[in-house]
């Protein structure tokens, strides 16, 4: 139904304010920010609220089917970073010829698709009672919720390229607060099956807003939600490249990622250091977390400054974007030298208490990792994603060689072997981040 004159103006005034708003870069980072500790607490809400509800046996039956719900979602393989690239080129350069609507369509199938498989092998998993519990219907339901974040991850890239950024984060935060209530609200009384159901629905809600604000800025047509084969063939030809990159990074990356976990795990049987690893992931997570935001909030402003050919314009805004990053992870480090030994005595129930040596390896790592961050974000932003295979192999790497090497350095070195494994990754941390740093000086003066 067409809305009427007062209608029109309405919504034509919400787009302005709208508008005006995205324009504030300090007043989206504040949104992304607080999406990205919302998001922390979400997480933290689950594990608070399930091992409590749930017996031992099957909380832990319960973990394992969350760390296969976060392995679907990394099979995104980057594809979400490919449409924001060529949909912000697309938006900038007022079409440029080389993007099709239909690539939404494409891409919205083939994560669909993913999250269905992974259910299907869920739902096998369920019945043959490799994940065993008596509460099949909300272990499934809690799967959905979570995979449906890869598709959340399209809308909010999609969203983000057509200068929509704040839409997004609006209903996002929504979205996250009211999950998270209704998390809590299972200890209060609500069934948790149907909180989780309630959930669904609210990230179903967000992506049909949100999907259909794509649909309606970019003119697509019903049809071209819907595959075919034509259309695929041809769209795929495009995206071979790109598609063969963004694959290999998200390979290399998660790999070089649990790498440690492998490695330590089979190095020792002293859970200490798996612990110390376990810190230094979450800590260096937290910090990525809140760089993406940063970064993303800068895009904006970073690709119209590209596409239009102004290097000027480039250069201030990575400056920004790296005196930010760094600002956060020497703030971050001040903090965990400050408190880390309290904080690991109470995340790890008194097991594993960090030392001031091991502190001060992680804070150097999180200034590599800074570098690291920004150039990875802003070079997939700008859909450079072939000049970032190199470093990545690189850490792919340091990462896997770090647990040998530390078990090296022990013996002669007479420190501990967490200890020298944590000054290993450091390291590898530090190199790659002034080899990142060259990066961006080089976009600046390209």
Same mark, same amino acid.
């Not at 967490?418 to 976009?443: P, Q």
């Given at each position: ?218 003119? /697509?047509?019903? %049809?071209?939600?819907? @595959?075919? &084969? $034509?259309?695929?063939?041809? !769209? +795929?030809?495009?995206? *071979? ?105 109470? /995340?790890?129930? %008194?097991?594993?208490? @960090?030392? &001031? $040596?091991?502190?001060?390896? !992680? +804070?150097?790592?999180? *200034? ?79």
């Amino acid at each position: 139904m067409p809305l009427n004159g007062a209608g029109a103006a309405t919504a034509g005034g919400w787009r302005s304010l709208l508008g005006r708003l995205e324009g504030q870069a300090r007043l989206l980072a504040s949104v992304k920010l607080a999406n990205v500790l919302l998001a922390m607490l979400w997480g933290f809400a689950v594990t608070f609220v399930f091992v409590r509800l749930l017996p031992l046996a099957e909380f832990k039956a319960f973990l394992l089917l969350v760390a296969f719900a976060n392995f679907t979602i990394s099979a995104d393989f980057g594809f979400s970073g490919i449409i924001y690239a060529r949909l912000r080129r697309f938006r900038l350069r007022d079409g440029d010829g080389l993007f099709q609507p239909a690539e939404i369509g494409m891409l919205f199938a083939f994560m669909t698709a993913i999250v269905l498989l992974g259910g299907l092998a869920i739902a096998i998993c369920l019945a043959s009672g490799f994940i065993p519990t008596e509460r099949p219907a909300l272990f499934m339901a809690f799967y959905i919720l979570s995979a449906l974040n890869i598709i959340a991850l399209l809308a909010k890239r999609a969203l983000a390229a057509l200068d929509y950024n704040l839409l997004w984060e609006g209903m996002d935060f929504v979205r996250r607060v009211l999950s998270t209530g209704l998390l809590l609200a299972a200890l209060a009384g609500l069934p948790i099956l149907l909180s989780v159901c309630l959930q669904v629905g609210l990230t179903v809600a967000a992506l049909f807003a949100g999907l259909a604000t794509v649909h309606r800025t970019i003119g /697509m047509s019903m %049809g071209e939600w819907l @595959l075919r &084969r $034509a259309d695929t063939a041809c !769209i +795929a030809r495009g995206y *071979v490249r790109d598609m063969g990159a963004t694959m290999a990074l998200t390979v290399s990356d998660v790999a070089a990622y649990n790498a440690p976990y492998l490695g330590i795990a089979l190095a020792t049987h002293d859970p200490r250091p798996l612990l110390v690893f376990d810190f230094l992931f979450k800590m260096s997570r937290a910090l990525s977390s809140a760089i993406r935001a940063l970064v993303e909030s800068g895009l904006p402003r970073l690709t119209r400054a590209h596409h239009a050919g102004s290097q000027d314009g480039v250069h201030r805004v990575i400056d920004r974007l790296r005196m930010l990053a760094l600002a956060s992870a020497l703030g971050l480090g001040a903090l965990l030298l400050a408190a880390g030994p309290e904080i690991s005595r109470l /995340m790890f129930d %008194g097991k594993a208490v @960090l030392t &001031r $040596a091991e502190l001060l390896f !992680i +804070a150097a790592l999180l *200034v590599g990792l800074a570098m690291i961050c920004v150039s990875t974000y802003v070079q997939n932003g700008l859909g450079r994603f072939g000049r970032l295979l190199p470093p990545s192999l690189a850490f792919l790497a340091g990462s896997a060689l770090s647990v040998p090497v530390a078990l090296l350095l022990a013996p002669w070195s007479g420190a501990s072997f967490s200890l020298c494994f944590v000054g290993a990754y450091g390291f590898v941390h530090v190199l790659l981040g002034l080899r990142h740093g060259n990066m961006l000086r080089g976009i600046a003066r390209a």
